[in-house]
């Protein structure tokens, strides 16, 4: 468990959800459910999005198997709406939008 907590929580579900059940029990640990950092930061200082077919698995297993556990998201805009809309998240309580577009947001959230 130690060795995980070294590794980002979204390379750890990705990797061992689903592999067999005591792995998957591993995974769905609220220290690596409870905080998300769902885009791709680099140290020069731009964001990105998870490349496709990892966002596809979060979106249609991942997220909706530990979404009681979520309590915060940091999301960049071009899958925010995808990741908001592919389940509910009823103990999210901090939400961190990066790269925002006001116009996008106002449609979004209006």
């Given at each position: 468990m130690n060795i995980l907590k070294q590794i980002s929580y979204v390379d750890v579900l990705y990797s061992l959800i689903g592999v067999n059940k005591r792995l998957n029990n591993i995974a769905h640990d609220r220290i690596f459910t409870s905080y998300l950092n769902l885009m791709i930061s680099c140290s020069h200082g731009y964001?990105?999005?998870?490349?496709?077919?990892?966002?596809d698995r979060f979106c249609f297993q991942i997220l909706p198997e530990i979404h009681d556990n979520i309590q915060w998201l940091n999301l960049e805009s071009s899958s925010m709406e995808r990741i908001l809309l592919s389940t509910n998240y009823p103990n999210l309580y901090r939400l961190g939008l990066y790269d925002l577009d006001i116009e996008k947001a106002k449609d979004f959230f209006t």
């Open positions: 964001i990105y999005p998870l490349p496709n077919p990892i966002l």
